[in-house]
């Protein structure tokens, strides 16, 4: 080999080794990453963990806030809030009805025939979206905003709805954030949860509030029952079941409302009646306790929302936050193990940018290759390539935060049980106990809802076959309309 030949083998295996070394690099780079990745993964399951032990702790937990919440006002982290419905529906109502409901995301309207015993003889109903601006804007702007989409929902009544001559349309008002009851038909907000933040409007009659927006606009009806959510949902469920003794909402956000019995409800003693019952709104997102599993991106999430420290239980549980918890886990991993390469995927800072829906969505991909996480990374954080390595991460991800969420609510419904004495067996004694369940999340995260029900059966053991999880569809509005009815201004002439 000539000189030049030499020269040139030794820089050939020069680039050859420099070439090998920057590819041993980059895997070295690379095996390092998902090594990190794991860490922050196996980190984030430990500390969302929720053995059956914890549960049960958590459920004891709820017990004591339910007893000290109806012990004394401000007892408790649970407000208890009395609902002034003490006659839940008999299925006997009549005449037409109309029902709004307002509390997250959409806001419903509408109207239902009912029939007596011929049961519900027609239901029409509309949705409509909450412009954003408005949630956090003025109480005037939010309920004209409201009172307008009513009246042109009233304006298309057809023939099928039948409103006796001279009488007033009646409505059920469900409100789904916490309200101080004066009475079934008022009630003063005591504060926004899920994103709303309308400060005048704290304090405030919402019925007063609503009724001026529909005098303002030549509207002529009255507001017979304000309720929330918990509430409507118990008293349709009710309706339709006997059995049912609590209702629970799994949506945007969440909460719960049971019949308790009047005598148990201390903070009201003298006010209701010694004998019969008093349907109770817990108010249970915002639950909180030294056991709840929470994680450093529960604590930030907390601390920058716009409600900090309060609604800790709703936080960790409820479809407003599921997605966003997943987001910041992603967002940690970006950072320090750089998850999605060496940027970070600007969309990713986004906060709520990754909404539960499409948590969901991952979390329910069976196909082999992961393609919708796959497609929801480019569509939504747009990240154009992403490994089935990464794709299996994020599914998992989703599966440790929709587990936590899903067996956390069990362990709520089991402190209601608990609370009513019906998480046991009774010698010689057969009750059935139906809990009413309703909102999106429940009705459309079909692992979540799998996994509540089968912790709520490990929880329950040898009860499990005598409590019934019911889901009663849309119930709440179909239940503020049970409720205008049987608290009709024209009950005591229709009853005589
Ligand atoms: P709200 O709670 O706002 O009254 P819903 O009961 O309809 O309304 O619940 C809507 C919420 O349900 C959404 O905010 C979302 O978090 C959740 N949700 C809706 N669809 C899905 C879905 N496919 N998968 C998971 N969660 C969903
Ligand atoms: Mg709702």
Not at 142 to 153: M, S, Y
Not at 270 to 277: D, Q
Not at 282 to 299: A, I, K, V
Not at 448 to 463: A, H, N, P
Request: charged content about 25%.
């Amino acid at each position: 080999m000539g000189k030049v030949a030499v020269a040139a083998a030794v820089v050939c295996t020069a680039a050859v080794c420099a070439a090998a070394v920057v590819v041993m690099r980059r895997q070295m780079k690379s095996s390092g990453r998902w090594a990190k990745a794991e860490a922050i993964l196996r980190e984030l399951e430990e500390k969302c963990g929720t053995p059956t032990a914890k549960l049960r702790q958590v459920a004891d937990a709820m017990t004591v806030e339910m007893h000290a919440g109806l012990a004394s006002e401000g007892g408790s982290k649970l407000k208890m809030l009395i609902s002034y419905v003490d006659n839940l529906p008999t299925g006997d109502e009549k005449g037409l009805f109309y029902a709004l409901d307002l509390g997250g995301t959409n806001f419903r309207v509408m109207r239902v025939q009912l029939g007596g015993k011929d049961g519900i003889m027609k239901q029409e109903f509309e949705e409509v979206s909450i412009p954003p601006h408005l949630m956090v804007g003025s109480s005037h702007e939010l309920f004209d905003f409201i009172a307008a989409a009513l009246a042109k929902f009233v304006d298309t009544e057809g023939e099928d709805f039948h409103l006796l001559p001279g009488r007033q349309r009646e409505l059920g008002f469900t409100f789904s954030f916490p309200v101080r009851q004066l009475s079934l038909a008022s009630g003063t907000l005591i504060k926004w949860t899920k994103g709303f933040l309308i400060e005048d409007a704290v304090g405030q009659d919402v019925v007063g509030e609503l009724t001026k927006a529909m005098e303002r606009l030549g509207l002529d009806m009255r507001v017979a029952a304000l309720v929330n959510d918990t509430v409507g949902t118990l008293a349709g469920g009710r309706y339709n079941n006997p059995d049912v003794i609590a209702a629970v909402i799994l949506g945007t956000g969440t909460n719960a409302a049971y019949v308790e019995r009047a005598h148990a409800i201390p903070k009201w003693q003298g006010l209701l009646p010694k004998s019969g019952e008093m349907v109770i709104n817990m108010e249970w997102g915002n639950f909180r306790s030294s056991h709840l599993p929470l994680t450093e991106y529960d604590q930030i999430l907390d601390a920058e929302s716009l409600n900090p420290g309060e609604q800790i239980f709703e936080k960790i549980i409820s479809g407003m936050y599921l997605g966003e918890i997943v987001r910041r886990v992603l967002c940690r991993m970006a950072e320090e193990a750089s998850f999605f390469g060496d940027t970070i995927p600007p969309k990713l800072k986004i906060p709520f940018i990754l909404r539960t829906p499409d948590m969901s969505a991952m979390h329910h991909d069976t196909s082999p290759d992961l393609k919708v996480v796959g497609s929801k990374l480019k569509d939504i954080l747009e990240v154009p390539n992403s490994s089935l390595k990464m794709r299996k991460i994020i599914v998992e991800i989703c599966d440790i935060v929709a587990t936590r969420g899903a067996r956390l609510s069990a362990a709520g419904i089991l402190g209601i049980l608990k609370k009513l004495g019906r998480d046991t067996v009774k010698e010689g004694e057969k009750q059935r106990s139906v809990i009413a369940l309703d909102g999106g999340l429940f009705e459309h995260y079909t692992k979540f809802r799998k996994c509540m029900e089968s912790t709520l059966k490990e929880l329950l053991g040898d009860v499990a076959e005598d409590i019934v999880v019911e889901h009663s569809n849309d119930g709440s509005g179909i239940g503020a309309a049970l409720l205008a009815a049987s608290h009709s201004q024209y009950l005591e002439i229709d009853n005589s």
